[in-house]
């Protein structure tokens, strides 16, 4: 329908400016009829619009009616018109109810809560982010003080038990306390089991660690997310205010950022339901808090692993190294959101960095060692038979060298090697010789093979002088003058 102000408009392009309906239709998005048709009016004239006539009308106080006695569906008040010799579609009926239909909305109590009384926790999803050179789902941890709407945000690329009780802890330390109870949604790492009209069934180690930090649990009912509405409407704002247009290069630089921004923006605004800031209101609320424990409990997840041939076991898809002679045994891990200890009884056997990058291989540089070694021991052995093949009195000489030598293994690696180039026979020969002159050393024995082994060339014809020849010798006569007495001196 054309108003006042449109009309206005075109009247002006087309008297004043001199544009043709055409052009005025493209530059208002209208079409060239209509304006062809306002340009030829005198004066505005507001038109009259007719209401189309439905083949629903003369249901329609009937439909009003039932409406008005009960909640019936549409498929309930389509099939009973249809009695009534309603020939129309059932969309037109459900367009027309739903139009009509008096829209309730659910009334909820406004929760208050005194200092320190209780705080709600939740998890917030936000796509994917790269750890290291892989992609991992991106996971944060919201916890707000439900009197001040103090807020603490953790990101991590996981959601099990030990992340959960590690963000608790993080979140008791930086409020500087720990609430009377904690409202909880029900995630299988809080509650295992909800029935209703039965109490729910927590999670023993999350029911474990309650009581170590001293709060009661607070489970939702089924399908009550508003009974925890301040820590979802905490996990909205930091998805909007946060995350909302933030590039991410790498997980390592967000808790860092989320730490600033905590500081500078989220728990120093004028919170839009108390009306206070939140950094000042947990002021007034820090002393209602519950002191933390002397000793943090301990959140590490314990299973039983079985380390490989390789002496590996894996942890998502990641592999960490035990020392070799635990290759095939039955250990213990714990677990941590930063680390992995590894126990073989009540030993710690191996401790690593956890890694949250796909398909690394982790080891420690020593506990290959003992296979290594067990591994050049065999070596050793394998060479010492060899030497021991060589001669008779191998052993002999072996017990030789030991006396007379810092590194007899050494010197019998380099002769089984010297029986590989010149034989076996050679050198047993060579060690005969050795024995002779009491020379026991490897130096000897391929001393003594190199001059067997090297060709002596036989002499040649001696051709002598003719006596002749000689007679015909000239001797130079000696200078005489050095001998020559001047001014009675020498």
Same mark, same amino acid.
């Given at each position: 329908?054309?108003?006042?102000?449109?009309?206005?408009?075109?009247?002006?392009?087309?008297?004043?400016?001199?544009?043709?309906?055409?052009?005025?239709?493209?530059?208002?998005?209208?079409?060239?009829?209509?304006?062809?048709?306002?340009?030829?009016?005198?004066?505005?004239?507001?038109?009259?619009?007719?209401?189309?006539?439905?083949?629903?009308?003369?249901?329609?106080?009937?439909?009003?009616?039932?409406?008005?006695?009960?909640?019936?569906?549409?498929?309930?008040?389509?099939?009973? *018109?249809?009695?009534?010799?309603?020939?129309?579609?059932?969309?037109?009926?459900?367009?027309?109810?739903?139009?009509?239909?008096?829209?309730?909305?659910?009334?909820?109590?406004?929760?208050?809560?005194?200092?320190? /009384?209780?705080?709600?926790?939740?998890?917030?999803?936000?796509? =994917?982010?790269?750890?290291?050179?892989?992609?991992?789902?991106?996971?944060?941890?919201?916890?707000?003080?439900?009197?001040?709407?103090?807020?603490?945000?953790?990101?991590?690329?996981?959601?099990?038990?030990?992340?959960?009780? =590690?963000?608790?802890?993080?979140?008791?330390?930086?409020?500087?306390?720990?609430?009377?109870?904690?409202?909880?949604?029900?995630?299988?790492?809080?509650?295992?089991?909800?029935?209703?009209?039965?109490?729910?069934?927590?999670?023993?180690?999350?029911?474990?660690?309650?009581?170590?930090?001293?709060?009661?649990?607070?489970?939702?009912?089924?399908?009550?997310?508003?009974?925890?509405?301040?820590?979802?409407?905490?996990?909205?704002?930091?998805?909007?205010?946060?995350?909302?247009?933030?590039?991410?290069?790498?997980?390592?630089?967000?808790?860092?950022?989320?730490?600033?921004?905590?500081?500078?923006?989220?728990?120093?605004?004028?919170?839009?339901?108390?009306?206070?800031?939140?950094?000042?209101?947990?002021?007034?609320?820090?002393?209602?808090?519950?002191?933390?424990?002397?000793?943090?409990?301990?959140?590490?997840?314990?299973?039983?692993?079985?380390?490989? =041939?390789?002496?590996?076991?894996?942890?998502?898809?990641?592999?960490?190294?035990?020392?070799?002679?635990?290759?095939?045994?039955?250990?213990?891990?714990?677990?941590?959101?930063?680390?992995?200890?590894?126990?073989?009884? /009540?030993?710690?056997?191996?401790?690593?960095?956890?890694?949250?990058?796909?398909?690394?291989?982790?080891?420690?540089?020593?506990?290959?060692?003992?296979?290594?070694?067990?591994?050049?021991?065999?070596?050793?052995?394998?060479?010492?038979?060899?030497?021991?093949?060589?001669?008779?009195?191998?052993?002999?000489?072996?017990?030789?060298?030991?006396?007379?030598?810092?590194?007899?293994?050494?010197?019998?690696?380099?002769?089984?090697?010297?029986?590989?180039?010149?034989?076996?026979?050679?050198?047993?020969?060579?060690? /005969?010789?050795?024995?002779?002159?009491?020379?026991?050393?490897?130096?000897? *024995?391929?001393?003594?093979?190199?001059?067997?082994?090297?060709?002596?060339?036989?002499?040649?014809?001696?051709?002598?002088?003719?006596?002749?020849?000689?007679?015909?010798?000239?001797?130079?006569?000696?200078?005489?003058?050095?001998?020559?007495?001047?001014?009675?001196?020498?």
């Amino acid at each position: 329908m054309m108003d006042y102000e449109t009309f206005c408009t075109i009247k002006k392009l087309h008297d004043q400016d001199g544009l043709n309906c055409a052009q005025i239709g493209k530059e208002k998005g209208i079409d060239p009829r209509t304006v062809r048709n306002w340009v030829a009016e005198e004066r505005y004239r507001p038109r009259k619009t007719y209401p189309k006539s439905s083949i629903l009308d003369p249901f329609k106080p009937e439909i009003n009616t039932m409406l008005e006695k009960h909640a019936y569906t549409c498929r309930q008040i389509y099939q009973h *018109i249809q009695e009534l010799s309603y020939k129309g579609s059932y969309n037109t009926v459900n367009r027309y109810v739903n139009k009509v239909r008096p829209r309730k909305s659910k009334a909820y109590l406004k929760l208050s809560f005194a200092p320190g /009384e209780c705080a709600q926790v939740d998890w917030g999803s936000f796509g =994917s982010v790269n750890v290291g050179n892989t992609r991992r789902r991106l996971s944060f941890f919201v916890m707000v003080l439900c009197h001040s709407r103090f807020m603490y945000v953790e990101f991590t690329v996981s959601q099990t038990m030990e992340h959960w009780l =590690s963000c608790h802890q993080h979140a008791f330390q930086f409020f500087g306390g720990v609430p009377s109870r904690i409202m909880v949604d029900n995630l299988k790492s809080a509650v295992l089991k909800r029935i209703v009209g039965q109490d729910p069934v927590f999670n023993q180690t999350y029911l474990d660690f309650s009581r170590h930090y001293g709060f009661g649990i607070s489970a939702c009912n089924v399908r009550k997310g508003n009974e925890k509405g301040i820590v979802e409407s905490g996990v909205g704002y930091v998805k909007k205010n946060f995350l909302r247009g933030l590039e991410v290069m790498d997980f390592s630089h967000l808790n860092p950022a989320c730490k600033q921004w905590l500081e500078t923006i989220a728990n120093a605004r004028v919170h839009g339901e108390t009306k206070k800031v939140p950094t000042e209101a947990h002021q007034q609320e820090l002393s209602h808090l519950q002191p933390l424990p002397l000793h943090a409990y301990d959140i590490g997840a314990i299973r039983q692993v079985r380390a490989s =041939s390789q002496f590996r076991i894996s942890l998502d898809s990641n592999r960490y190294s035990v020392p070799a002679e635990y290759a095939g045994s039955s250990v213990t891990m714990k677990a941590y959101p930063d680390r992995i200890c590894l126990y073989h009884g /009540e030993q710690l056997i191996a401790r690593h960095t956890r890694i949250y990058e796909r398909n690394r291989d982790i080891e420690n540089p020593d506990h290959p060692k003992a296979l290594l070694e067990k591994r050049r021991k065999a070596k050793v052995h394998a060479i010492y038979k060899r030497f021991l093949a060589l001669s008779p009195r191998a052993e002999q000489y072996y017990n030789a060298l030991a006396e007379k030598r810092f590194n007899p293994t050494t010197h019998v690696q380099k002769i089984v090697a010297l029986s590989e180039i010149y034989g076996e026979e050679a050198v047993e020969r060579a060690m /005969e010789d050795a024995f002779f002159f009491q020379a026991f050393s490897s130096e000897y *024995i391929a001393n003594i093979l190199e001059q067997s082994n090297r060709k002596v060339e036989e002499a040649g014809v001696l051709h002598l002088t003719r006596a002749s020849d000689l007679l015909e010798l000239e001797i130079a006569h000696p200078n005489m003058d050095l001998y020559t007495i001047t001014g009675g001196k020498k």
